[in-house]
Every structure is written in structure tokens, then in C-alpha cells.
Nanobody, 122 residues
Framework: QVMLVESGGGPVQAGGSLRLTCAVSGTYRGGCMAWFRQTPGKEREGVAYMERYGTTKYRDSVSGRFTISQDNGKKTLYLQMSSLKPEDTAMYYC?????????????????WGQGTQVTVLA
């Protein structure tokens, strides 16, 4: 059983930074890991993705501001967020799947954390 637990969310002023952390437990030898976000009434959207061997991709609206990374043991996934904007306000989720990151919809991921709220204040 794989468990994902996010932390690091909270309120932040626009222009500020936050680092989200996702602790991975259990035996996971899958493919793509990612960060998604969701606001009330909207679908969950992918923000940043990391392939098993390190290749990354980002949603256009966060490219250049957000960085996804993981520790060498692949037991922790990070999302460094900088130059935050009010429109980045959302619940952020860590996700892990068995496919490569070309399959990047929420339905393609098998494991999810409980989410951590990020609120960017104008």
C-alpha cells in the first residue's frame, strides 16, 4: 500500500514563496509523480510532473515559477512555488501513477494524498 502525505501549505502574500512536501511511504516503483491543484467547482488540474528518471514538465501558467523535485531515495516529492499569485490559491495534491507523464490527467494516477491548502493573499 502506498501512502502520500502532503504538507507545507498555508497563507502567503502575493509574490511570496512556499515549498510543498509530499512524503511517500510503502513500496512505489511506478512512473509519473505529480502535483495537482483544485478549487471549488473546478476540475483538478495538473501543475507539475516528474518522470521516474527525472524529466519534468509544467503547466504553462506556472512554468518558470514552480519547480518539482524529489530526493534521491524518491521518498519525498517537493513543489517549490515562487512569485505566487492569487490565482494559485487552491488545494494542492500529490499524486503517483504507474504510467509515464504523457498520461497526465487526474484519472491516470492511482495514489493521492489528502491535500494541502495554499492561499495567496492579494
Amino acid at each position: 500500500q502506498v501512502m502520500l502525505v502532503e504538507s507545507g501549505g498555508g497563507p502567503v502574500q502575493a509574490g511570496g514563496s512556499l515549498r510543498l512536501t509530499c512524503a511517500v511511504s510503502g513500496t512505489y516503483r511506478g512512473g509519473c509523480m505529480a502535483w495537482f491543484r483544485q478549487t471549488p467547482g473546478k476540475e483538478r488540474e495538473g501543475v507539475a510532473y516528474m518522470e521516474r528518471y527525472g524529466t519534468t514538465k509544467y503547466r504553462d501558467s506556472v512554468s518558470g515559477r514552480f519547480t518539482i523535485s524529489q530526493d534521491n531515495g524518491k521518498k519525498t516529492l517537493y513543489l517549490q512555488m515562487s512569485s505566487l499569485k492569487p490565482e494559485d490559491t487552491a488545494m494542492y495534491y500529490c499524486a503517483a501513477g504507474f504510467w509515464d507523464c504523457n498520461r497526465d490527467l487526474s484519472a491516470d494516477f492511482s495514489y493521492w494524498g489528502q491535500g494541502t491548502q495554499v492561499t495567496v493573499l492579494a
